[in-house]
């Protein structure tokens, strides 16, 4: 399974084969750095280590700049690592660079993003709830939730409301995974994935690309 680390450029619309405008999103993916590969008798797990983006010099910690220095690479801004089974054969080792070149394959990818945070919503914004009725004898909450603790637990649980009710809070800014992206096209010059439909996030933000899980329906059709 192919994976890198990327930044969202934003969106744009292109003419597929049909001569259909699609809307799609443009990443920049890579290059990427090896910058660890752990082992179980070191680290006591498995686990490939990468990252994308040079950090600024004024904003690199000492404890980044030793790290890299093993991997012959600058402190990165973005960095995950990836599990490996003990049976899994990898061929990178620290200081390898990983481009687009790894989805010449790939016809589908997944791509995990944090969505835009909308700061503090009530229910009808932040799940959709339909509220009051605005006609004639409604007082005036018509955007209210309405009662929260009517029965509001599992017999025998006492009076405390249900966990999972679904209230007012914090909005967006959580890790979501948009799945079965049709791969448009690559540019492996200016390291650019083209994917159909739109990605979690706003643009210039980070984000995770990796080959499909699943071959479902395709994002945006």
Not at 28 to 41: D, M, N, Y
Request: aromatic letters at 6%; charged letters at 25%; hydrophobic letters at 35%.
């Amino acid at each position: 399974m192919a994976m890198l680390l990327g930044k969202k450029v934003g969106m744009t619309r292109v003419y597929d084969e049909s001569g259909r405008l699609i809307p799609v999103t443009v990443i920049q993916a890579g290059p990427c750095v090896i910058t660890q590969i752990k082992t179980s008798e070191a680290d006591g797990y498995r686990a490939v280590q990468m990252g994308f983006e040079d950090k600024k010099p004024s904003r690199r910690r000492q404890s980044e700049i030793g790290h890299s220095e093993k991997a012959n690479t600058s402190p990165k801004r973005f960095v995950r690592e990836w599990r490996l089974s003990e049976a899994a054969k990898t061929e990178y080792k620290p200081g390898d660079a990983i481009t687009v070149s790894v989805f010449a394959d790939t016809k589908m990818v997944d791509i995990i993003g944090t969505s835009k945070g909308k700061g503090f919503a009530g229910p009808m914004k932040r799940y959709g709830f339909k509220g009051f009725p605005a006609s004639h004898g409604t007082e005036r909450k018509h955007r209210a939730p309405g009662s929260i603790c009517a029965c509001a637990t599992n017999s025998g649980m006492g009076g405390a409301l249900k966990k999972g009710k679904r209230m007012a809070g914090h909005m967006g800014d959580d890790r979501v995974t948009a799945k079965n992206h049709v791969l448009v096209s690559i540019d492996a010059e200016r390291n650019l994935l083209v994917v159909k439909g739109t990605v979690p996030g706003p643009s210039g933000g980070y984000c995770v690309v990796k080959t499909a899980k699943s071959l479902g329906t395709s994002s945006g059709t």
